[in-house]
């Protein structure tokens, strides 16, 4: 089933857009900071070892289960009242989850329990922030001009990365300033409290956004959904199959193709902690410069054709990469890092407009949520443990490549039988 464009949607300001769009800024860099700095807080609030690295990255994956439930509620205020307040919402409590995760005490203060504070802590943060990237991408899709709704909304998903590089930035420098006994002691709250105040200058900025134009539209004709989330489910139901398959290839080779990798290579002995978080800065440099370019090549050949080559290259190159890295030479390591990054940022890029444009304005915030982010919590926040628990179990370094590659070729096939919508060819 399509849907036809309701007539009455205007551009939202210059300004408004360049708000939402770097607002991403600050959910990406507190996810991507708390795997890049998985091995530190393992120490931290787990005592050390392999076990508790596991365990890191568990309650990592716990807390993504969190996300489905944010953006299920966040969707619906969303759909309900407006974008722009739910996204004042949901930056609200990011600020200050990330300011009690600055402030928890340590292993070695209440023992075990500090553990445990830290992974309710990331359930919090995964529920406030599940509707974040979704209503973000929904805001600029909806307050973009037509001929350039690829280009737009892929800036929220190159923001994100900025976001990303600045957590393992913020994250090498704190690494490389200081001895392991002054990270674990002190130093890692650091990247923590720099979240926090950025999170609180995004809430100031988020304030002076207009509404979006759509959900005006919708207000006047009198067309919003009581219930969205039934609205969607009744009357939109494959576009739901079609953003949970876009959403599973972008998670896995995002979480497991640029933010594991850190992890993966200082705890299989490839890398020192320090030297993978630079290398990452390389990967997130390189996926910043590819996603606006994929997000306007999309609007000049449609979505379809890119999300299909990206699947047929994350189904071929992974798992060779990954074989790559693995051999230990830092220039392989960097090549393999890379291309790695480049295919995670295409079908972010790509992947952005096509699930929103896969559902009309009323419901499309309850449609992104039921989507996007069951697919993220699964392909997302539970495979960078499943991976290194693989890893553990197997002895076989390229199972990170391996499982990108078996996503990519399950969702290749829905991919192909997806149907345009981008606007100008939806209409041909």
Avoid: N
Wanted: with cysteine.
């Amino acid at each position: 089933m399509t849907w036809t464009e309701k007539p009455g949607a205007s551009e939202i300001s210059r300004a408004s857009m360049t708000v939402a769009a770097l607002s991403t800024i600050v959910e990406w860099y507190d996810f991507t900071l708390y795997l890049y700095f998985a091995t530190v807080l393992s120490r931290v609030f787990f005592g050390g070892g392999q076990s508790s690295l596991l365990a890191t990255l568990a309650g990592f994956a716990i807390a993504y289960g969190m996300r489905p439930l944010g953006a299920m509620v966040f969707g619906h205020v969303g759909d309900r009242i407006g974008r722009r307040r739910t996204l004042l919402l949901s930056m609200m409590l990011m600020t200050l989850a990330m300011l009690a995760t600055a402030l928890l005490p340590s292993r070695e203060s209440i023992g075990p329990a500090a553990g445990l504070l830290l992974m309710l802590l990331r359930c919090f943060m995964a529920f406030s922030v599940g509707g974040e990237y979704t209503g973000v991408v929904a805001y600029l899709l909806e307050g973009a001009r037509e001929d350039r709704r690829g280009f737009v909304t892929s800036l929220a998903s190159a923001a994100s990365e900025v976001g990303a590089l600045l957590a393992v930035g913020v994250s090498a420098l704190t690494v490389s300033a200081m001895s392991t006994a002054q990270l674990d002691s002190w130093g890692w709250r650091i990247p923590f409290f720099v979240g926090a105040a950025l999170a609180g200058c995004v809430w100031i900025a988020r304030s002076t956004m207009e509404e979006s134009p759509d959900f005006v539209r919708q207000l006047e004709q009198r067309t919003v959904p009581a219930s969205p989330l039934s609205h969607t489910l009744a009357h939109h139901r494959p576009a739901l199959y079609r953003t949970f398959a876009i959403s599973a290839l972008g998670s896995i080779t995002y979480y497991v193709g640029i933010t594991y990798v850190p992890a993966f290579l200082s705890s299989s002995g490839i890398l020192a902690e320090e030297r993978s978080l630079w290398l990452s800065t390389l990967a997130a440099v390189a996926v910043i410069l590819v996603t606006p370019l994929v997000g306007a090549l999309s609007d000049r050949v449609g979505r379809r054709p890119v999300l299909v080559w990206l699947a047929v290259a994350g189904a071929l190159l992974p798992l060779a990469t990954f074989e790559l890295m693995a051999r230990g030479a830092e220039a392989q390591i960097a090549l393999g890092a890379i291309v790695l990054a480049c295919i995670a940022g295409g079908v972010s890029a790509v992947g952005a407009p096509a699930t929103a444009e896969q559902f009309p304005g009323e419901g499309r915030l309850s449609g992104l949520a039921l989507g996007v982010t069951m697919a993220t919590a699964i392909f997302g926040g539970l495979t960078p443990f499943l991976a290194e628990l693989l890893i553990a179990l197997t002895g076989w370094k390229a199972v990170p490549g391996a499982m990108i590659a078996i996503v990519a070729v399950a969702v290749l096939p829905v991919l192909l039988r997806m149907p345009e919508t981008r606007p100008a060819l939806r209409r041909a």
